[in-house]
């Protein structure tokens, strides 16, 4: 029988990036990912000291770059809390970790986080946050666990406004959601976020001479993909320790 008709949604997310682990496809993620990620780094201003969250940190890559930019300061010894619901890659990431004292990788759901309230400064997302089924409930979790004045750094290779990435929808094995930007803007503010911006995030890796891989006609298109960039959507929890009265604390 087919899995995906009878699993919960996070069941089938499980399954599906379980596979992926198996497959090795955590550790390869950082070659795709880490031009754009290294630059949302940038803009983060990440401070010794820091309370950091990585949703859906996969094999655990940038989970390390937080922990050494957060890591002993004169602020402090900064925390960073990997988040992920395959458990598969979080055995992964945590054997990859060991060296690292201020790491702790969390089996779980975005839509169900199992932290406290108020407790991250920044939280950190990378190429994770259009798989969430229910991204209003991750939202509200976020809101949740964010410290006030907490930023927010989802970023997404694949959003309406690249449409190269929009040829992946159909080939995944799991749904996905496509929205534009300004549509992931709404949602954010209709979250109670403030500071709401979007950047597009260019991927400036070299490409090669000639392209033989299935997403892209030939290298032109490739560049392009790239030139359009990932979507980096940044916002801040307001400046308050009880959420709403439109805010459901779970
Ligand atoms: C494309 S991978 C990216 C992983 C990592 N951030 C990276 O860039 O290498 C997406 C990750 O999101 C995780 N994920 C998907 N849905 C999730 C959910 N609902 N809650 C937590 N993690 C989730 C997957 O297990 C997977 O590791």
């Known amino acids: 029988m087919d899995n995906k008709h009878v699993l919960a949604p996070d069941d089938v997310l499980r399954h599906e990036f379980n596979r992926w682990a198996d497959q090795g ?32 940190c996969g094999a655990g890559w940038a989970t390390r770059l937080l922990a050494r ?26 054997a990859a970790s060991r060296d690292f004292e ?53 970023l997404i290779n694949l959003y309406r406004d690249n449409p190269y990435t929009l040829r992946w929808k159909d080939e995944l094995k799991v749904p996905v959601h496509a929205r534009s930007i300004e549509e992931y803007v709404q949602l954010l503010q209709a979250h109670a976020f403030q500071e709401v911006e979007a950047r597009q995030v260019p991927d400036s890796t070299p490409s090669p001479e000639t392209y033989s891989g299935r997403w892209f006609k030939n290298v032109d298109e490739l560049n392009d993909f790239k030139r359009i960039g990932a979507l980096l959507l940044m916002a801040r929890k307001p400046d308050v320790r009880n959420p709403g009265p439109a805010y459901t604390i779970y």
């Open 102 to 154: 201020n790491i702790m990788y969390v089996w779980g759901s975005a839509g169900q986080i199992p932290w406290e309230e108020n407790f991250f400064d920044k939280v950190l997302s990378v190429e994770s946050f259009y798989y969430y089924p229910d991204q209003d409930r991750v939202l509200a979790e976020l809101f949740r666990i964010m410290a006030p004045k907490g930023r927010l750094f989802i």
């Open 25 to 56: 496809k955590g550790e390869e993620m950082e070659a795709h990912h880490a031009d754009i990620t290294h630059k949302t780094l940038q803009i983060m201003e990440l401070r010794p000291g820091e309370r950091v969250l990585d949703l859906g």
């Open 69 to 94: 930019m957060v890591g002993e300061g004169p602020e402090g010894f900064g925390q960073v809390v990997g988040l992920d619901i395959s458990d598969e890659m979080i055995r992964r990431a945590r």
